[in-house]
């Protein structure tokens, strides 16, 4: 990966088992840092569920987001 957002993004879905289209769904409120869970509202069937995210990537999400602001 070139860029901390490549990485992000490979790292998310390989970690997680999302699908590309639910991927591109989240969006930054359907993070919860402190319980280390994600909210996949967008899924198959329209279903909501909840993930949970290692450290790692949990320190990788912060870090991106905070390049961002």
């Known amino acids: 990966c ?3 957002e490549d990485k992000v993004i490979v790292v998310l879905l390989v970690s997680t088992g999302l699908r590309a289209t639910e ?3 989240l969006n930054v409120g359907d993070i ?3 319980a280390g869970r994600l909210w996949v ?3 198959k069937w329209g279903k ?9 990537l949990l320190s990788l999400l ?3 987001l ?4």
């Open 2 to 4: 070139n860029t901390l």
């Open 32 to 34: 919860d840092f402190e």
């Open 23 to 25: 991927a591109c769904g």
């Open 41 to 43: 509202r967008l899924g």
């Open 66 to 69: 905070e390049s961002r602001s």
């Open 62 to 64: 912060q870090a991106f």
């Open 48 to 56: 909501t569920r909840k993930l949970g995210l290692n450290d790692g």
